[in-house]
């Protein structure tokens, strides 16, 4: 199957820094890519729709100056979690589509924890 | 807007026993997609079943199958034959147009040896 992944998996830091997290489909093309963020406990909560050469699409209530999200190529999307504060923290988990029944091939995730 | 409902915080199943997880949804796409996921504790959510709205049969996937019910808007997920390995979080979801998915709360199945 398809095989989506992320980096890094796992990433701590300090209140007002930045992180970057790369989502890279290894050996498929995806247009579209998915980004996700889930508290402990909870569901997945769709952030927003990473399409590649073009601005991501936001879902309503997530703050687009604080995710930036660069989908510069058709194999890789990048979120970066601007000013990072200790309410961010959670799993960042990304998805790229396939081509078969608009499936979605998931990412491993990365747990985000600003201290 | 799509809603999921899985009304089953947690579930307790024998080992080798069938069990079923409940999933509603509503959406007024008239065109939808049906995915079950399960995500064990690692994180990774793994892609077990999917059901389209026109579909006439329920879907199978080995020891998974859909018990899809268009008119009740219900699509559980039935797992014959539990093993340890499936204690797990499960994750009903609708996709709907773009792609895009809407996952409902989950349920934690727990197998009991």
């Known amino acids: 199957g398809a095989v989506v992944s992320q980096h890094p998996s796992r990433v701590i830091c300090k209140s007002g820094t930045s992180v970057k997290i790369e989502c890279r489909s290894l050996?498929?093309?995806?247009?579209?890519m998915f980004w996700y963020r889930q508290f402990p406990k909870q569901s997945l909560m769709l952030m927003a729709t990473s399409n590649e050469g073009s601005k991501a699409t936001y879902e309503q209530g997530v703050e687009k100056d604080k995710f930036l999200i660069n989908h510069a190529s058709l194999t890789l999307s990048t979120l970066t979690v601007t000013s990072a504060h200790p309410e961010d923290s959670s799993f960042y988990i990304c998805s790229a589509e396939g081509n078969t029944y608009n499936e979605q091939f998931f990412g491993p995730g990365t747990r985000l924890t600003v201290l | 807007a799509q809603k999921i409902t899985q009304t089953q915080p947690g579930m307790f199943v024998q080992e080798k026993e069938a069990v079923t997880l409940d999933c509603t949804y509503d959406t007024s796409d008239p065109s939808y997609g049906l995915f079950w996921y399960k995500q064990p504790s690692s994180g990774e959510m793994i892609f077990l079943i999917y059901?389209?709205?026109?579909?006439?049969q329920n879907a199978t996937e080995g020891r998974y199958s859909l018990n899809f019910q268009k008119a009740r808007k219900s699509a559980n997920l039935v797992i014959s034959a539990s093993q340890l390995g499936d204690s797990a979080m499960y994750f009903c979801?609708?996709?709907?147009?773009?792609?895009?998915?809407?996952f409902g709360e989950g349920t934690q199945l727990t197998v009991n040896p």
């Open positions: 059901q389209g709205s026109y579909d006439q």
């Open positions: 050996d498929f093309q995806a247009t579209t």
């Open positions: 979801a609708v996709e709907t147009s773009g792609s895009r998915l809407t």
